[in-house]
């Protein structure tokens, strides 16, 4: 080929300049929340992480409705599409493209997408929540030559069963609705 033009110029080509970088193309995709923690709908993500945070993309498809869980590490999210319910402890809320939410560590919280479209939402976890079967081998590390042998906390999920999540779930949405 002629000018350097590549064979597929609608794909974007594997690119990495520098340990500390990747397309977020070149990121392997996981699943990350398995079906057995879920009411309905699934959750995808592609994870990058470094020593001391971890963010991912991640798309919750409609109908998708976790188990309340929490982890060892503080999480700041952004909205990047879509929309869905967000529940922590006893209280929670309807959360929009554009808007952005924090879950405290070790907060008992999961979520609710209740509209016909996916949410895409931009997370971050500090520690890095890398610690989930599957998401160990999926997410992608971005650390120099010489960080490779820094001791990474590795934070998974944990799965209580004494919350009352449909009842939390009731006054949210009936609160919502009447907002």
Not at 138 to 164: F, R
Request: net charge negative.
């Amino acid at each position: 080929m002629s000018g350097g033009a590549s064979s597929s110029s609608n794909k974007r080509s594997t690119r990495k300049s520098s340990p500390l970088m990747i397309s977020l193309d070149d990121v392997p995709e996981t699943v990350l929340v398995p079906a057995k923690h879920l009411s309905g709908g699934s959750v995808g993500a592609k994870i990058a992480y470094g020593a001391d945070a971890s963010i991912m993309v991640a798309t919750r498809q409609p109908g998708y409705h976790s188990r309340p869980h929490l982890h060892d590490s503080e999480q700041l999210n952004y909205v990047l599409s879509g929309e869905l319910y967000v529940f922590i402890d006893e209280t929670g809320f309807l959360v929009k493209q554009g808007d952005v939410f924090r879950v405290p560590r070790n907060a008992v919280h999961w979520s609710w997408v209740q509209g016909t479209a996916p949410c895409v939402l931009l997370e971050t976890h500090a520690p890095p929540l890398i610690g989930d079967p599957g998401v160990t081998d999926t997410a992608v590390a971005l650390m120099t030559e010489a960080e490779k042998d820094t001791a990474i906390t590795k934070v998974g999920s944990q799965w209580p069963i004494d919350i009352d999540q449909a009842s939390v779930e009731r006054r949210v949405v009936a609160r919502t609705a009447a907002a």
